[in-house]
């Protein structure tokens, strides 16, 4: 009996899973009537009813009517039934604003349900603010403001079991809208702390995908993003994503978002375009990021819990003192301190650290030091300083919204603060380092220039040095190691060259006796950077080395053919004078031309790449000698490719000349299909190479003679007043015409 009930109870799930799925509303309630739970029967493996499944695929509909088949009293233990997350049927519904009839209808049956907390300790209003949807939180966040009338009463609903508020989470997930709707009506939260001690805003300068300054966009895309428009009224909106979640085949209907003002209404409820609909979204939720920053960095104040700003008194350009020996080993850095981890050492009798990813290992562009032990050796030295309290502080509430958005690379963060809040450019953080320094570390160019331009504030943050001794310049050589890298992939050479590029650029800024600072660790900026990027060194030598040899070969090859042509001329040679058949048409002297000139190419990119595999390699030379030279090779081959493929179709066009037209283009497009591929193939390497060309260009343009002679100045100023003068003699002696009637009627 109990295996045929088993058997019954497994054809009654599966009826009712197969029409809740498919949405056939009447085969529902069809078997609800049959069943004595009716529509609180548990259905699922995961302890969910009827109403759990109905609600969770947002049919709304169906949610009422099964509703209206339990009596008005009555079933409330029932409607409170959690599944095995923890979840009521109200959590569920708060999933979607679709099945906001269907909210209120439950919360008028069981109003107890608006308190409930699943097992993350996550209310219904939570959910509504995790999966962002604008609508039902307004909703449920009314109720709970009628239910709760203190910011006591209120944590309950606010927030869960590990400290996250509802405006963590929407911030997390993504919803700024709703996170800047909850900023604004609960004030109180935006301080709040997770169970990671960080604040709203500080969770927003770690999303870099959230602002335009994160992401890097083509011509193209920028060109839409700034054509379509990002307005969209919201509920409109949130019924869309509800109804593509639900998978209807109809669709939504869609108002299409005016995406580039002169284009006719008719044409334009004509576009449904996929692209121009996520353009959109992407628009609003950009907007929505800054206009959520803007509002939380108001009633931030965290930049002002600082470490002292205290500069060196001495700078130390030598590596003598007490200690005779150039620094202490492992077991004095335990009796003093222990100011640096045995790993900041480097090797201690050809063993390595232990606590390096092996991640870094693997990685050829990486530190020879482990950034973990580096970061330890540091975090000891701070708390080895006498503002261990304010250093713990410090510790506790984690790097400040300014710092964290430096780290992440979000501008428009970092102007916001420091527009609000202009002092807040001077904090220190517990390691002793400036926003130059975090700047330079995390390889942030444009807020290091941003920084830069204002000068005198500069002027102080130049001279500082972290907890370890590290000066703006050692910063360069201390690159920070993160496991995936947005960034664009580099050649080895060219990475190496935009780190002397940075270098340099440090340099000109920094105070003069800074190039030869050392640090703790009894390194300079030279040093440091040298020791930091010595693998890179050698893997960009090999990569120019194998990059040039190849292109010698290809470069060698072309120059074959071309000398090879010019000895067996289109047409041939007249027999009885020996000069070419074809030697008077045009397109032969366009042959002639373009063959010698790839043969010229060719030679000199053979010759240029020689000079590379010739060179020393030393570091210096891969900031602009080689990197040069490599876009002079890369410029000569394709010019020789070219030069060869024009030679080919003119031999072509010589051969060819009585036929039809269409067959010339055809025969043109084939000839230079392999210039064109070469020329794309090539093209991300050859304009990275075009940015070796800037600042020689700086250079001279500095080295160039200006015109601040204070003698021709002079001569200058003396001829425009002599001439001046001589207009104004000339003009009293002969007046106006008007001017001398006017006299003459007087």
């Not at 900023?183 to 997770?194: E, V």
């Not at 003119?650 to 269409?662: G, N, P, S």
């Amino acid at each position: 009996m109990a295996e045929i009930e088993d058997t019954k109870d497994e054809e009654l799930d599966r009826a009712l899973y197969n029409a809740l799925t498919n949405g056939d509303e009447k085969e529902v309630i069809k078997l609800c009537n049959n069943i004595s739970e009716g529509p609180l029967y548990v259905m699922t493996i995961h302890k969910d009813t009827v109403l759990h499944m109905a609600t969770y695929s947002k049919q709304s509909d169906l949610v009422l009517n099964l509703l209206e088949q339990l009596p008005e009293t009555g079933h409330l233990s029932e409607l409170t039934h959690k599944n095995d997350a923890g979840n009521t049927i109200l959590h569920e519904a708060a999933t979607a604003s679709r099945t906001l009839p269907a909210a209120r209808a439950i919360l008028k049956r069981a109003p107890k349900l608006l308190r409930l907390q699943n097992d993350y300790g996550e209310t219904p209003l939570f959910q509504a603010a995790r999966y962002g949807k604008k609508k039902m939180f307004k909703f449920l966040a009314d109720e709970v403001d009628k239910e709760c009338l203190t910011e006591e009463d209120q944590k309950v609903f606010f927030q869960r079991k590990d400290k996250a508020t509802i405006l963590h989470i929407s911030i997390l997930a993504d919803h700024f809208d709703v996170a800047e709707l909850i900023a604004r009506r609960y004030g109180f939260l935006i301080n709040q702390r997770d169970d990671d001690e960080m604040t709203p805003l500080q969770l927003l300068a770690c999303n870099s995908s959230a602002f335009s300054s994160g992401r890097e966009y083509g011509f193209l895309h920028r060109l839409f993003f700034s054509c379509v428009s990002s307005f969209k009224e919201e509920e409109e909106e949130e019924e869309e994503e509800d109804k593509t979640m639900e998978g209807n085949q109809e669709g939504p209907r869609r108002r299409v978002c005016q995406p580039i003002s002169y284009i006719p209404d008719f044409v334009q409820s004509c576009w449904r375009l996929p692209l121009l609909e996520a353009i959109r979204k992407e628009n609003t939720r950009l907007e929505s990021a800054m206009t959520l920053s803007r509002l939380l960095i108001l009633k931030d104040t965290s930049w002002k819990i600082t470490d002292p700003r205290k500069d060196q008194g001495k700078p130390k350009t030598h590596k003598y003192g007490p200690y005779s020996k150039p620094f202490p080993n492992e077991k004095e850095l335990g009796q003093d301190n222990g100011l640096i981890s045995a790993h900041s050492l480097g090797k201690d009798k050809g063993e390595t650290s232990q606590t390096c990813s092996l991640e870094t290992h693997k990685s050829s562009f990486s530190e020879d030091t482990c950034p973990e032990d580096e970061e330890k050796a540091e975090a000891t030295a701070a708390a080895a300083s006498p503002e261990n309290k304010r250093y713990l502080t410090l510790m506790r509430t984690g790097e400040t919204p300014l710092f964290l958005a430096t780290m992440s690379g979000i501008i428009e963060i970092v102007e916001e603060i420091l527009k609000v809040y202009p002092q807040a450019i001077e904090h220190v953080n517990n390691r002793g380092r400036n926003i130059l320094h975090v700047a330079i570390k995390y390889r942030r160019i444009e807020i290091f220039e941003v920084v830069v331009k204002k000068e005198m504030l500069a002027r102080r943050l130049i001279r500082k040095t972290d907890n370890v001794g590290n000066s703006i310049l050692h910063m360069v050589g201390k690159k920070k190691k993160t496991g995936y890298a947005v960034e664009k992939i580099q050649s080895p050479a060219l990475q190496l060259q935009k780190e002397l590029i940075l270098f340099e650029r440090v340099k000109e800024i920094s105070t003069t006796y800074f190039t030869k600072h050392l640090n703790q660790k009894k390194l300079t900026a030279e040093e440091l950077f040298a020791k930091t990027y010595d693998r890179l060194h050698n893997t960009a030598t090999e990569w120019l080395k194998r990059t040039s040899e190849n292109c010698i070969i290809v470069a060698v090859l072309i120059s074959t053919v071309a000398f090879a042509a010019a000895y067996t001329i289109p047409g041939g040679p007249n027999q009885s004078t020996g000069f070419p058949i074809l030697l008077y048409e045009p397109f032969f002297v366009v042959f002639t031309l373009t063959d010698a000139l790839s043969l010229t190419f060719a030679f000199t990119s053979v010759v240029t790449f020689l000079s590379i595999l010739t060179s020393s390699f030393r570091l210096q030379d891969f900031k602009h000698s080689l990197p040069q030279k490599l876009m002079l090779g890369f410029t000569f081959l394709i010019l020789s490719v070219s030069m060869m493929m024009v030679a080919f179709g003119a031999t072509i066009v010589l051969m060819i000349r009585d036929k039809e037209r269409w067959t010339k283009v055809v025969l043109y497009s084939v000839a230079f299909l392999p210039v064109t591929i070469f020329v794309v193939s090539y093209s991300p390497l050859y304009l990275s190479l075009l940015e070796t060309c800037i600042y020689p260009l700086k250079f001279l343009a500095k080295a160039c003679p200006r015109c601040d002679c204070i003698f021709l100045r002079s001569w200058i100023t003396k001829k425009l007043q002599k001439h001046g003068n001589v207009q104004a003699h000339s003009s009293s002696i002969k007046p106006h015409k008007s001017h001398s009637k006017c006299c003459s009627h007087v």
